[in-house]
């Protein structure tokens, strides 16, 4: 069985890789917002359905990648939580 701190040092670098995730995600929603603001740019004025589609892809992969990072917060704040009865 392995011993406590071994526990929290497992705990660490575990929380190290989802920090490393979170840095990844919110990297990818500054690129996101960058490509939202460029295809704006790109169309602005048009009404065609494809632009409306793509407009409506980019701002749900945004949101999706807000649930993911507000997931992953709450997974860390368990963890500290966690090994605080340790």
Known sequence: MASVAE???AIDAAMLHVQEGQDAVRS????????QLSLATAVEGSGHEAVTAAQAALAQ????????L???????????TYVATL
């Open 7 to 9: 526990v929290k040092a």
């Open 28 to 35: 990818a929603n500054d690129r996101l917002g960058e490509a």
């Open 61 to 68: 992969a945004a949101s999706e990648l807000e649930e993911c």
């Open 70 to 80: 507000t997931a992953t917060l709450h997974a860390v704040e368990q963890a500290e």
